[in-house]
């Protein structure tokens, strides 16, 4: 089996509400997808999960992908920042599921981008949505990795939880799970057992340091 496979098998189990979870689990069979901020090997992670889909990927550029997007993104739009809520828009009412992991904290206007996404999903649509944590403010900076918001120079806006989830149930959505400091039990141990190391090298541990500190806001939703 391919080890990336293994892996984010293994994410799904250890991080259950996480974006590797969800897509095992909320998106429907040969369902349409829009993935928006899609960097960081999110075609080729999300069709190795489920290669039945209908995969949309959407950004602003061709941000660390290792094997040719094409290859899994059945559509793959690249747009300047300032239109990228109305790529959106196109698929109105249109999509099954909508990823959006550690973006909106870096779109021009995060309001409008969330407000296209929420209408372009169908009746029973699922909607993923991680960001910082408005309290990564006060977090520790790392030279390696990014812990405190402003560690990422890209970071434009500081997402308020409340504010997106009374937007999201004002359009018309169930909220199935939401969490300001995502938090799961497992590697939360593991984030304390490895702190120490962490600070003295200075760095972010894949996974387990945002888990430790509660770096995520998890939100995901369904279209009533």
Known sequence: MNKLLIKL???S???PNGKSAFIKKYIPENGKVMDVGCGNNSPYRTKILRSDIYYIGLDIGIYNQSSDVNEYADEFIIVKPEKFHQAIEQYSNELDTVISAHNLEHCNDYSQVIGTMLNSLNRGGYLYLSFPCEDSVHFPSRKKGTLNFYDDSTHKHIISFESIIQTIEL?????IFAR???RPFFLFFLGLLCEPFARITNRVLPYITWALYGFETV???KKM
């Open 9 to 11: 098998q293994l994410l």
């Open 180 to 182: 300001k400091k995502y």
């Open 171 to 175: 359009s018309g959505f169930s909220v």
């Open 219 to 221: 939100i995901i939703a």
């Open 13 to 15: 189990i250890l991080v």
